[in-house]
Nanobody
Framework: VQLQASGGGLVQAGGSLRLSCAAS????????VAWFRQAPGKDREFVAA????????GYADSAKGRFTISRDNAKSTVYLQMNSLKPEDTAVYYC?????????????????WGQGTLVTVSS
């Protein structure tokens, strides 16, 4: 599975962005698709994930109430809608896929990674 992440950019605190993760060469059927992020000098951290087949969703505490993960079956695309952005959300955001049906939050469980898209939130 090849993943293409897009949608990052510069936004002011309180603003919104929508990230997209498109699959090529394969559909997401049978995969869990997740978003991770990595800020400079910090470890990669889980943000949100969705099980393509079951629809189960998981969020990091930092994302709950502000971010929404969703999917478009027809476009084989997963979205991350990010609202009420904060400067601490600044990071490179990566989409990743793992075969299976259960949402997992450890980055080592994910075999396929997109190239990352930079989100910068100014104060």
């Amino acid at each position: 599975v090849q993943l293409q992440a897009s949608g990052g950019g510069l936004v002011q605190a309180g603003g919104s962005l929508r990230l997209s993760c498109a699959a090529s060469g394969h559909t997401f059927s049978g995969y869990v698709v997740a978003w991770f992020r990595q800020a400079p000098g910090k470890d990669r951290e889980f943000v949100a994930a969705i099980s393509w087949s079951t629809g189960s969703i998981g969020y990091a505490d930092s994302a709950k109430g502000r971010f929404t993960i969703s999917r478009d079956n027809a476009k084989s695309t997963v979205y991350l809608q990010m609202n009420s952005l904060k400067p601490e959300d600044t990071a490179v955001y990566y989409c990743a896929a793992a075969s299976g049906f259960v949402v997992v939050i450890t980055h080592r469980e994910y075999n396929y990674w997109g190239q990352g898209t930079l989100v910068t939130v100014s104060s």
